[in-house]
């Protein structure tokens, strides 16, 4: 397993403070953020330098009932070509259902959701880690999430179902410490019984962040400081095998370079603290057995399944037999507020056009229209629903966003062509 040192995640927004941070062996960046083409100047300064840069995917949806979709991969494919990655690196999660297993819409979460640790959705996700590490020219490591809710019939602990997943394909882990602690808050799991069940010995590396509670709820913001106890959950792992690599994570918030630095530095003392003993740790076998049943019928209820999940999370349907229905409350506004947040970031203009108004009337919207179609479409939908609703009641308000809206829709796909043309009559004469 290489050895990659420690590491701070790449966002452009702390570019520069990155390249000027001391003790930096190597960063990792979203992958969905980097254009081939066209990688960043700081990117490729830092890789001039000998800095590893490590792609993250965050869209795959490998725990998703569907098979891996190949322009997906190829895509991060690409990306690991282009910055020399010893490695690239995805989520145990679906972030979509629907579809053509269910008969039914195709639902995005904009998130990283959990998936059931059944037999069902471990069959799914062993065949779908395979189809990936048939289609990247690189080792392939999957992290663990947090997780707000949980599943009704689960049938192992994490530690046992990520073990089981590294016995049958061979794929590498990405440790989320923070996410351990996400668990133990949010859904009673003990970080020192999931350690002890991994696989150690097939950690790519770990990730370490921060977050806040609030009203008994863990929320993996990756905008706050690194709290304690996440770094004693590190120092634990660091006690029972010398982790390749330790990552910080920082998304939002950005604080002074300071700051950060010190941060890698507490990071640093939780590692030295927690080394010495990683004697007698389970090595995982890569050998697949040979004969599985099929996952066809797997897929199916899988599919079922995450579709009325997120259908209730993203558009109100009644919540499944099981859950947790406070909880999936909170979940459905985190996911709207993350939209929020995105869309506002996709298409900055729409807070400057709308001012304070921008957030309650996006959240009024997405709690009756699921996303569909990614972030950009999103904020296209918002404004046209909008506006088709005689909104913002300012003339001059309604003038800028109309504007932007009739700027920004251009030629419509041929399914919504009439849609699209009848809006654009309507806004042209109000």
């Known amino acids: 397993m ?11 927004e702390i570019a520069d403070a990155v390249e000027r941070m ?29 800095v590893t840069v490590i792609p993250h995917g965050v869209s ?6 569907d098979r891996p979709d190949a322009g997906r991969l190829s895509a991060l494919a690409e990306r690991v070509e282009a910055l020399g990655a010893p ?19 195709l639902l995005e979460a904009g998130h990283l959701l959990p998936v059931p640790r059944t037999r069902d959705a471990l069959d799914v996700l062993c065949e779908n880690v395979r189809i990936a590490q ?23 602990t994490e530690g046992q179902f990520l073990y089981e997943l590294v016995e049958r394909t061979g794929v590498r882990l990405l440790i989320d410490v923070a996410n351990l602690h996400t668990n133990h808050v949010n859904r009673g799991e003990d970080p020192a019984k999931a350690l002890a069940e991994l696989p150690l010995e097939a950690i790519a590396y770990v990730h370490v962040a921060g977050g ?4 008994g709820v863990w929320h993996d913001s990756h905008a706050h400081p690194v709290p ?76 079922l399944a995450q579709a009325a999940l997120l259908s209730a999370l993203v558009a109100g349907t009644p ?46 919207y997405a709690h009756g229209q699921p996303m569909t179609g990614g972030y950009r479409r999103d904020a296209l939908s918002f404004a046209e629903q909008l506006l088709l609703s005689g909104r913002p009641e300012d003339a001059r308000v309604r003038r800028e966003l109309r504007d932007w809206w009739l700027e920004r829709s251009g030629p419509a796909p041929r399914a919504q062509g009439r849609l699209v043309r009848a809006a654009r009559k309507v806004l042209l004469h109000r």
């Open 134 to 156: 048939d289609a990247l020219p690189v080792p392939l490591a999957v992290e663990n999430i947090a997780a707000l809710i949980s599943w009704p019939g689960e049938e192992m």
């Open 212 to 215: 806040f509670e609030r009203d």
């Open 22 to 50: 001391p003790g930096i062996d190597w960063v990792e960046a979203v992958a969905e953020n980097l254009c081939p083409g066209h990688l960043p100047e700081s990117l490729q300064r830092l890789r001039a330098r000998g």
């Open 60 to 65: 795959l949806g490998l725990g998703g009932a």
């Open 319 to 364: 919540v499944p037999e099981g859950f947790d229905r406070v909880r999936l409350g909170v979940q459905a506004r985190a996911l709207a507020g993350k939209r929020a947040d995105v869309v506002g970031k996709v298409a900055p203009e729409l807070p400057e056009i709308l001012g304070e108004g921008y957030r309650p009337a996006f959240l009024a």
């Open 228 to 303: 304690p106890e996440v770094l004693a959950i590190l120092t634990d792992l660091a006690s029972r095998v010398s982790p390749p690599g330790v990552l910080l994570e920082r998304d939002e918030n950005f604080p002074e370079p300071a700051v950060l630095e010190g941060e890698l530095a507490a990071i640093r003392e939780a590692v030295a603290a927690g080394r010495g003993t990683a004697e007698g740790m389970r090595a995982p076998s890569a050998e697949v057995p040979s004969a599985e049943s099929p996952t066809d019928p797997a897929r199916q209820r899988l599919a």
């Open 87 to 105: 490695l690239v690196t995805e989520h145990i999660a679906f972030v979509r259902a629907g579809g053509p297993l269910t008969a039914s819409p």
């Open 2 to 12: 290489e050895r990659l040192g420690t590491g701070i995640g790449w966002r452009p």
